[in-house]
């Protein structure tokens, strides 16, 4: 799958067009005044949000954008045609950025949102607006105004409502897949998953929610180690994370090692992370063993640092459900169902 998140574009829009210089020529209408018309304006810069586009990928290929230029404008009054705008498709959840400050423009989210970015020159006036009452027959009018250019940096955080959050190999592809349709490549060794994927979770009644699994977190992921350095941004926009820990996992230090480890790398990317609502999934409890952490120690040890965690197994599906549910009455403040 063709991914990109991240992309550099220069934009310009149109020029204005120039004002006419022009004189009545009409039969039995001597010394005719001025009616030079004013020039056209020139086309806009709009980035527009598009439900159906998923990534930056159509930036690789093309980099240059311009609108039209304003027409001059003509005798008999007649006003130039204003330069057609170029509209640039982009996916929801694009930030737009001025790349020489690094000034947000745009932050586009909602389908069919419209963000003008550089405006187009205005068209100049026409001899006839120059005509005064000792100058009847002026021969000057304004050239049209230059359109504006910018380098843009286009920047995709996806709009997810969960984050699949976890180290590598904990599981997050398979509960993504036990989730929503989505069918991510799932493989038994590290760094399978490349690129984030999405999926959609319905939860009866037209309620959906969009989960995203971001891939390639490891100790260090906060300064550009791994994967996960690229993608932390696209769980910054959720409202709840989704923290896998794999029951396999053999810590050297203390028995919540992984857990510390990924929250800290969340902490240093962004300190707004640290205050996200959180459930801990103890995941592959289908391979529980003597040798491997208690799931009870596991689970106590997160009560008393006040997380709430599951018990499951992506693989098989055990405690799918209740992961449904807890899921549910975070986002829609469902009771909990009596056990």
């Not at 304004?142 to 599981?171: C, E, H, M, R, W």
């Not at 009870?296 to 799918?320: C, F, K, M, P, W």
């Amino acid at each position: 799958m063709d991914f990109l998140d991240e992309a550099i574009i220069t934009a310009k829009s149109g020029d204005g067009g120039s004002g006419c210089i022009s004189f009545r020529r009409e039969k039995y209408i001597p010394r005719g005044g001025p009616d030079g018309g004013d020039g056209g304006c020139g086309g806009d810069v709009i980035l527009r949000a598009s439900a159906g586009l998923n990534s930056l990928i159509a930036f690789r290929f093309q980099k240059q954008f311009r609108a039209q230029n304003g027409e001059p404008g003509r005798g008999k009054n007649r006003t130039g045609k204003d330069g057609d705008s170029v509209i640039i498709e982009v996916p929801l959840g694009t930030l737009v950025y001025d790349k020489d400050n690094n000034e947000l423009l745009a932050d586009l989210v909602r389908d069919g949102q419209e963000a003008i970015v550089l405006r187009g020159g205005k068209g100049g006036k026409g001899n006839q607006h120059f005509a005064t009452p000792t100058n009847r027959a002026p021969r000057k009018a304004q050239s049209g105004f230059p359109g504006q250019q910018k380098t843009l940096k286009l920047s995709l955080k996806y709009l997810a409502d969960v984050g699949l959050i976890g180290l590598p190999n904990t599981g997050k592809s398979t509960l993504l897949s036990r989730l929503t349709m989505a069918r991510p490549r799932i493989d038994s060794y590290p760094f399978t998953t490349l690129v984030p994927n999405l999926g959609i979770m319905s939860l009866g009644d037209e309620m959906n929610l969009t989960l995203a699994d971001i891939p390639g977190l490891i100790e260090g992921a906060s300064q550009g180690r791994g994967l996960g350095h690229a993608f932390l941004k696209h769980v910054e926009r959720t409202k709840l994370l989704l923290h896998l820990l794999d029951i396999t996992y053999r810590p050297s230090r203390d028995l919540l090692e992984d857990f510390y480890m990924l929250s800290e790398e969340l902490v240093k990317y962004s300190s707004s992370l640290s205050r996200r609502d959180r459930i801990v999934l103890i995941n592959k409890i289908d391979l529980s063993s003597p040798e491997y952490r208690d799931i009870g120690e596991v689970r106590r040890a997160l009560e008393d640092i006040g997380i709430e965690s599951l018990a499951i197994s992506a693989l098989t599906g055990e405690g799918i459900e209740e992961v449904r549910e807890a899921i549910s009455r975070k986002f829609f403040n469902e009771p909990e169902s009596e056990q």
